[in-house]
Nanobody, 121 residues
């Protein structure tokens, strides 16, 4: 079994910064892509940023230039540095990890429990 745990959410003023962390643990042979998603009330969950095992990032247009995703493969951890925060960034942020539990196993996506980010104007 694999556990994914996020941390680092909280409140910030518009223009401020927050840093999210997400660590995967348990039965892990390899992690492929890792990503951050968010879901605001009444909205669908959306991809914010993702990063490959080779450290190639991709961003949603609305966060490009403000958010930075990074990962530490040795620690099975992914980070999201969020700068120049806007009220519209307010949401629950979820981490996803695509995990291979054994060499010949099946790739499965695991979700964290989510962490609240609230940005006030």
């Amino acid at each position: 079994q694999v556990q994914v745990v996020e941390s680092g959410g909280g409140s910030a003023q518009a223009g401020g910064s927050l840093r999210l962390s997400c660590a995967a643990s348990g039965r892990i042979f390899r992690i492929n892509d890792m990503g951050w998603y968010r879901q605001a009330p009444g909205n669908q969950r959306e991809l914010v940023a993702s990063i490959t095992s080779g450290n190639s990032p991709a961003y949603q247009a609305s966060v490009q230039g403000r958010f930075t995703i990074s990962r530490d493969n040795a620690k099975n951890t992914v980070y999201l540095q969020m700068n120049s925060l806007k009220p519209e960034d307010t949401a629950v942020y979820y981490c996803n990890a695509d995990v291979l539990e054994s060499r010949f196993g099946t790739l499965r996506g695991y979700w964290g429990q989510g962490t609240q980010v609230t940005v006030s104007s």
